[in-house]
């Protein structure tokens, strides 16, 4: 089955540090492009995060620049963000989303998420 | 950076159509994703390159974008319709990569 499957997510204090992981299965994970997108509690999607597949290009939405770092580990088929300096508009459930190219990029699959609150 | 202007709200009667707008400028030269989300569950890609579905999408949802505006259309609307739906575009370029998202839109079917 394919999938996507987000861990690592929970409370933390602001300033504080965490790291999610998002495991795959299911499909060729070496050979696509995979990003981190968020939503906050009753808002929109955001873009956080995307990595190429062979970490040749990594970018970032401007919000995170600095404070995050997104990673990958081919042979395990999994993409990992580390956020540090957390803020309380961090709060979201991030989500891991593969990507495909036709002209356009678009999210394709996505796993179900893993909640990031930070409060003091 | 483009800002994509979705209604906040569209309403709807089973059977009926759906037509959810996506608007910036010369949207019409950029391809269009669209997503659709039910409570408590990720986002499903519906719509995408404008008009393609995915496998496994029904026929009743379908795409157009020229100009300055993209619509997701939804014909003979089901109850299990009911969701937030997200246009996308990507705002790609050679030094960065830059994915937008619409505001999105509620379906409320009646």
């Known amino acids: 089955e394919v999938q996507l499957v987000e861990s690592g997510g929970g409370l933390v204090k602001p300033g504080g540090s965490l790291r999610l992981s998002c495991a795959t299965s299911?499909?060729?994970?070496?050979?696509?492009?995979m990003n981190w997108v968020r939503q906050a509690p009753g808002k929109g999607l955001e873009w956080v995060s995307s990595?190429?597949?062979?970490?040749?290009?990594?970018y970032y939405a401007d919000s995170v620049k600095g404070r995050f770092t997104i990673s990958r580990d081919n042979a395990k088929k999994s993409v990992y963000l580390q956020m540090n300096s957390l803020r309380a508009e961090d709060t979201a459930i991030y989500f891991c989303?593969?990507?495909?190219?036709?002209?356009?990029?678009?999210?394709?699959?996505w796993g179900l998420g893993t909640l990031v609150t930070v409060s003091s | 950076s483009y800002v994509l202007t979705q209604p906040p709200s569209v309403s709807v009667a089973p059977g009926q159509t759906a037509r959810i707008t996506c608007g910036t400028s010369?949207?019409?030269?950029?391809?269009v994703h669209w997503y659709q989300q039910k409570p408590g569950q990720a986002p499903l890609l519906v719509v995408y390159?404008?008009?393609d579905r995915p496998s496994g999408i029904p026929e009743r949802f379908s795409g157009s974008n020229s100009g300055d505006t993209a619509t997701l259309t939804i014909s003979r609307v089901e109850a299990g319709d009911e969701a937030d739906y997200y246009c996308?575009?990507?705002?790609?370029?050679?030094?960065?990569?830059?994915?937008?998202f619409g505001s999105g839109t509620k379906v409320t079917v009646l």
């Open positions: 989303a593969r990507v495909k190219y036709s002209g356009s990029y678009y999210f394709d699959l």
């Open positions: 299911g499909f060729t994970f070496s050979v696509y492009n």
């Open positions: 990595i190429s597949t062979m970490n040749s290009y990594i």
């Open positions: 010369n949207i019409g030269n950029k391809g």
């Open positions: 390159d404008d008009g």
């Open positions: 996308q575009v990507w705002g790609g370029g050679n030094d960065r990569l830059n994915f937008v």
